[in-house]
């Protein structure tokens, strides 16, 4: 078992919803991460959060908006998403700004129809 | 460009046998990787990393070699077992304190019983 855990694991919405999606970790991790992983794909990285802060956009359409309420939670909000975006999202937390190992969760798979 | 790359998209091996995922990276600049498992359904899971200033390294079965002079990453894992069936992504990071991870396209690893 995975020590991030996501939530929801499967999410069906429409173009037109707003939805989130949650990830949580208590290893007193400090970095944390959001992918996006297409099928047969590797994951791509899109946002960084380090300390609580903001560290690297990856250039993500405003339609994702990521937010980190502490250091052991972060989240992803959803709006107006297109059917490309349907994918794997996958949270990542590691020790910090350091050479550490990030440690993956098992994703949330979306589907926009 | 900065790109991490795989020899093989795919690799059969028999149950028993050793298997070597190999995986070029172009950034010279590059000090940290690491090999991660996904399974169908999974997060990518932690297997084994190592810094630029080693050749070598070993874990439970596994061995990761770095060769810097020609950019080259390979995992070994001896006695491979059924459970070992899985994509393999190489990653690699630059720049301390710089959390961004570059995955390379992964290869896909089955063992034949």
């Known amino acids: 078992d995975t020590e991030v855990t996501q939530t929801p694991k499967h999410l069906v919405m429409g173009m037109t919803n707003k939805k989130s999606l949650k990830c949580e970790q208590h290893?007193?991790?400090?970095?944390m991460y959001w992918y996006k992983q297409k099928a047969k794909k590797p994951p791509e990285l899109m946002f960084v959060?380090?300390?609580?802060?903001?560290?690297i956009n990856e250039s993500v359409p405003s339609r994702f908006s990521p937010e980190c309420p502490n250091s052991s939670l972060l989240n992803l909000h959803l709006h107006a998403l297109q059917p490309e975006d349907s994918a794997l999202y996958l949270c990542?937390?590691?020790?910090?700004?350091?050479?550490?190992?990030?440690?993956f969760g098992d994703g949330t798979r979306l589907s926009i129809l | 460009g900065e790109s991490v790359g795989l020899h093989l998209p795919t690799l059969s091996v028999q149950e028993g046998d050793n298997s070597i995922i190999n995986c070029a990276y172009s950034?010279?600049?590059?000090?940290?990787f690491i090999w991660y498992k996904q399974e169908s359904g999974k997060g990518p899971q932690f297997i084994i990393d190592?810094?630029?200033?080693?050749d070598k390294r070993q874990g439970q079965r596994v061995t990761v070699l770095l060769n810097k002079t020609v950019k080259h990453l390979s995992l070994q894992i001896a006695a491979t077992q059924p459970g070992d069936s899985a994509v393999y992504f190489c990653?690699?990071?630059?720049?301390?304190?710089?959390?961004?991870?570059?995955f390379g396209t992964g290869t896909r690893l089955t063992i034949i019983p």
């Open positions: 990542a937390s590691s020790q910090g700004p350091s050479n550490q190992p990030q440690h």
């Open positions: 290893m007193g991790h400090r970095a």
């Open positions: 959060y380090s300390y609580e802060k903001l560290s």
């Open positions: 950034n010279s600049a590059s000090d940290y």
């Open positions: 190592i810094r630029s200033n080693m």
């Open positions: 990653a690699e990071k630059h720049d301390f304190g710089n959390e961004k991870l570059t």
